[in-house]
């Protein structure tokens, strides 16, 4: 008799437990906005305005290869028109790997204006920056790999 009752006071119990078990809708994902876990780290993140990311640009190199002022205006706009153009293309339709042959090629172009812009010995110095600086992103070197191919 007394296992009877402990039995169907488990079932009760159960039972009643189940409605309050179905109200939890909301997930801490729901309710944060943010995810948990594994994809924590691929939330979006919004990139800096293409002046700004030209600027830095061109303030590290300015710095970095001695640039004067009419040669740091000209990078300026070359990395200007660089940050611009990736800009349309990550907000472009295709897929990913039309996107990174887009991306490559301007990168190439950029590379040329560059090099149109910089003394031999200031390009050669921005090369060796550029894994440098590709480290300091955490994305483990150049952001060229046209060559490596």
Do not use: C, W
Request: without cysteine; positive net charge; charged residues 25%.
């Amino acid at each position: 008799m007394f296992k009877k009752l402990i039995a169907l006071s488990g079932l009760l119990l159960t039972l009643s437990s189940l409605p309050l078990l179905a109200q939890q809708t909301a997930t801490p994902d729901a309710q944060t906005g943010q995810r948990m876990g594994k994809g924590r780290g691929m939330q979006q993140h919004q990139a800096a305005d293409p002046t700004v990311r030209a600027q830095r640009m061109t303030d590290q190199m300015t710095k970095q290869l001695g640039l004067d002022e009419a040669t740091s205006k000209k990078v300026y706009d070359v990395a200007l028109a660089r940050a611009q153009k990736v800009d349309a293309i990550q907000k472009g339709t295709d897929d990913n790997k039309a996107k990174n042959q887009a991306l490559q090629a301007n990168a190439e172009d950029f590379k040329s204006k560059l090099k149109g812009v910089l003394t031999p010995d200031q390009f050669t110095k921005f090369e060796s920056m550029k894994g440098r600086m590709g480290r300091g992103r955490g994305n483990g070197g150049s952001t060229d790999n046209s060559d490596q191919k």
